[in-house]
């Protein structure tokens, strides 16, 4: 005689309908190690038909997707007809480690921010270069260098600060197209040195900490700017 219940199955098998039932399998993996005991894609090959995991040793859980309900199989048998709801009392440390497992893949799959988006756009980093091109236009370190001196005579401040601008906006992963000369080309003749490069160094410290920019933030900003030394300082 046929057991009513099969064998390693219970009373009530609560079965779910997911959207992705891949992503819902993977997350009942990172919660309570469960493994897969049978999965049956859908005919297109991508979605899952049909798939049964053990969440734990006090039963099963079957899954499939919304687009595959009513699916018919090639013997002519329907593999769902219908949805039942079953309420039930999860206790707290299950709550507790499904919640926790809900906010790491949330956080997994939040895409991180550019910095371009943490410096708040343009419009800040605009703001930041005009007061930065402001305090190197009056430092006396690179005015006393003569060619940085003529160059500063022969090109407009608003016109650097807008190449500035385009090249921070860039960099930082904005939506900017800096359409200026290359770092070397546009320094060369300037004849930079170390202790120079220092004085516009610390002159942009000085202007992201004014405007409040995060530590984080700061450094990364610093490590772009860092990367075009080899460029623009010639050594002495």
Known sequence: MAKPIP???????????????RKAIEFYRRAFGAEELFVMPGPDGKGVMHAELPPAEEGEMTFQEPQ????????????LKTRSFLRTVIPAGILA????AGA?????????????????GVYPISVVVDTFIDLLLVNDVLNANPAIKAARERVPAAG??????????????????????????????????????QAMRGDFRRVLNNYGVPAKEQEELLAIVESTKKDIVVKK
Request: net charge positive.
């Open 7 to 21: 064998e390693g199955f219970h009373a009530v098998t609560p079965m779910f309908i997911f959207k992705d039932a």
């Open 104 to 120: 790491v893949q949330a956080a997994e799959a939040q895409p991180a921010k550019s910095l371009y988006d943490r410096l708040g």
């Open 68 to 79: 595959y309900k009513g699916f018919l199989s090639k013997g002519g048998s329907v593999m």
């Open 97 to 100: 480690v499904l919640l926790a």
């Open 160 to 197: 650097l600060k807008y190449h500035v601008t385009a090249l921070v906006c860039q960099q930082t992963g904005g939506p900017c197209k800096y359409t200026g000369r290359g770092m070397k080309e546009s320094h060369v003749h300037l004849n930079i040195s170390e202790k120079e490069w």
